[in-house]
């Protein structure tokens, strides 16, 4: 059996898996017997949604997970996703399958070089984008999601002096529909990068009756394309209470399965790179498998934790948040 420390470097457990296990049926049988909840972002492969408890974005899980009586929490996504669920459960266990599976946009903006940012707009105030480091939300004043940042800045006085972080398409987006300067970072999502407008364009002229989604972490040419702009959540809504029959889909693939379960009519088109790839999958996303998740579960590790010192500031950007958002219907 490896070390801890192995562990930690290698980010998952190693150890051979008797082929003629149902990880399915195993993976409930301990999650009974320890007391587990099984958290899945819409991005992960469709084998680790099926079995989740919970399936969302990333705030709308950890809110979830704090509401359960459940003594472990095994979040299937990305370490700043499970960051939030110990920032808002610090009493429960919080394991990560894999502990290499990062975020590109969080990873743009190292806290240290995010703080001397900072203090060069002294008299600013600091939003940040959920997707983010737990230390990067300790140094925030709000933290927002994709489906409120509007609202949150629309909420507060127009001659408010805000920066906005990590990321730049997101925060370019809002500044577009509030009209306010925002000081952006210059932080990005990979995936929401990659996005061809030109193949966009072409796919749509194919199918001319298809509404073309996308996530606000995509760049302004692709949201300018777009019949709705939203978050996962706002995303999969939408495809499901339009009339439409046909949806190009401008966010990391893995939101597809939902949206095929829930619409089994309907038809989903992954919107093209401008790369080779014929997909658009988050390589960290998809460091979780069902078999990692099985072993961490049986294992009681990786753990992911966050020192109390950065849970007690990083909690209340995210407390001001909700509070913002209850009292606005957000």
Not at 63 to 88: R, S, W
Not at 306 to 312: A, C, G, L
Request: some cysteine.
């Amino acid at each position: 059996m490896d070390t801890f420390e192995e562990i930690n470097v290698k980010g998952f457990v190693e150890e051979e898996i008797d082929p003629s296990l149902d990880l399915f049926d195993e993976i409930k049988k301990l999650k009974k017997e320890k007391n587990a909840v099984i958290l899945a972002h819409y991005y992960q492969e469709p084998d680790i949604q099926d079995i989740a408890d919970y399936i969302g974005d990333s705030l709308g899980l950890s809110q979830q997970a704090a509401k359960t009586d459940a003594d472990i929490i095994v979040f299937a996504g990305v370490h700043f996703m499970a960051e939030t669920a110990k920032i808002l459960s610090p009493s429960k266990k919080v394991l990560l399958p894999d502990l290499k599976a990062g975020c590109s946009l969080a990873d743009s903006c190292p806290p240290h070089l995010f703080k001397k940012f900072k203090e060069k707009y002294p008299d600013h105030l600091v939003i940040t984008y959920v997707n983010c480091t737990a230390e990067l939300k300790a140094m925030s004043d709000i933290v927002c999601t994709s489906s409120n940042a509007v609202g949150i800045v629309e909420s507060l006085p127009k001659d408010q002096k805000i920066i906005f972080g990590p990321d730049k398409n997101l925060g370019a987006y809002v500044a577009k529909k509030t009209g306010r300067d925002l000081v952006l970072w210059n932080g990005a999502c990979m995936v929401h990068e990659i996005f061809s407008r030109e193949k966009i364009t072409r796919l749509k002229e194919r199918h001319p009756g298809a509404k073309l989604l996308a996530h606000p972490e995509c760049e302004d040419v692709i949201l300018q394309l777009a019949d709705y702009i939203g978050s996962t959540t706002g995303i999969l809504k939408y495809a499901t209470n339009n009339p439409a029959n046909e949806f190009i889909v401008a966010t990391e693939a893995g939101i597809l399965h939902q949206m095929q379960k829930e619409n089994p009519d309907k038809t989903f088109i992954p919107a093209p790179p401008n790369n080779n790839c014929a997909c658009n999958d988050c390589p960290h996303m998809k460091r979780n498998t069902l078999e990692k998740l099985y072993l961490c579960l049986k294992n009681g590790y990786p753990e992911v934790t966050v020192p109390m010192d950065i849970i007690e500031k990083a909690v209340k950007p995210i407390e001001r948040m909700l509070e913002i958002s209850a009292k606005l219907g957000l």
